[in-house]
């Protein structure tokens, strides 16, 4: 079984390049962020007659998720528990459209579009390292209630959790950017602490390999990139990791997102 996330930039936007890229690819599970549709307009159509039943999560021209599976979707979940709220300066607070799940193949996937801080004084900072620290604690009791369950929590983390993460950490420390700072590092890391492995960083270490290059300043040209995407897997799904990749080649040409796919393979019997 192949499951992948993909930070999309706009679903209706890609349609034609998800739709190859599934073909290509042969996942059989694709966690996708950014969506930035409604479920009244999002694509439905695009992974139904590619053979996957879709879920989607979006409530505006922002943020947005979904799942799509050709494995089985089952119990589809929306946000989880006691998810962080946010509005601007505190004013008609929602629950973002940045957290769901589903079953696929045995497995609970989490397709998550972490909040991206802005700003170190950002108010939207203090949201994202709350966002993190919910998320943690629920990560924890799926984890107690059944050491052997099969979790994937993928997706868009905002996080560069080490130095070789980032094209230039000089820069960014100097200039106080975010997604490198120690509290946004250390809510990452505690979900590693929690026993969660990043089986692709594992297979394809650093310096230099990203999953994100803005499209500004020539950055993917150039090789200016940042490690911010991740499939972090429970240990009893960890244990049958066969193969992983970040299809860089899908941030070339004309229209690309922004983002690259990563990709986990798994052994014959993954599926409960």
């Known amino acids: 079984m192949k499951i992948a996330t993909w930070n999309v930039n706009s679903l209706r936007a890609r349609a034609d390049r998800v739709e190859a ?14 969506t ?11 992974f139904e007659r590619a053979g996957y039943e879709v879920a989607h ?14 494995v089985g979707l089952e119990d589809v979940q929306r946000t989880f528990a006691g998810q962080p709220e946010f509005g601007k ?12 799940s589903a079953v696929c193949g045995g497995v609970r996937v989490w397709s998550l579009y972490v909040p991206n801080g802005r700003g170190l004084q950002d108010e939207h900072m203090g949201y994202k390292l709350q966002w993190l620290d919910v998320l943690r604690g629920e990560a924890k009791a799926w984890l107690e209630a059944d050491p052997e369950a099969k979790l994937a929590l993928v997706g868009d983390w905002n996080i560069a959790p080490k130095d070789e ?7 960014f420390k100097r200039e106080g950017y975010t997604h490198v700072s120690e509290p946004e590092r250390a809510a990452f890391q505690a979900f590693l602490d929690l026993g969660f492995t990043d089986p692709v ?21 150039r090789k200016e990139g940042m490690r911010i995407d991740f499939q972090l897997l429970s240990p009893a799904l960890a244990k049958s990791v066969t193969r992983t990749w970040i299809d860089r080649d899908e941030r070339k040409g ?19």
């Open 254 to 272: 004309k229209g690309a997102s922004d983002h690259a796919p990563v990709v986990v393979e798994f052994s014959e019997g993954t599926e409960a």
């Open 165 to 171: 993460d980032v094209w230039d950490i000089e820069l």
């Open 36 to 46: 930035k549709c409604k479920d009244e307009n999002f694509p439905w159509e695009l």
């Open 57 to 70: 999560f979006g409530l505006s021209q922002w943020n947005g998720v979904a799942i799509v599976s050709r």
């Open 21 to 34: 890229w599934l073909e290509r690819s042969d996942a059989d599970v694709l966690a996708i962020q950014e």
């Open 201 to 221: 960083r594992a297979e394809h270490p650093g310096p230099g390999v990203y999953t994100y290059w803005d499209y500004t300043q020539l950055r993917f040209p």
């Open 89 to 100: 300066g505190g004013k008609d607070p929602i629950q973002e459209a940045r957290a769901m």
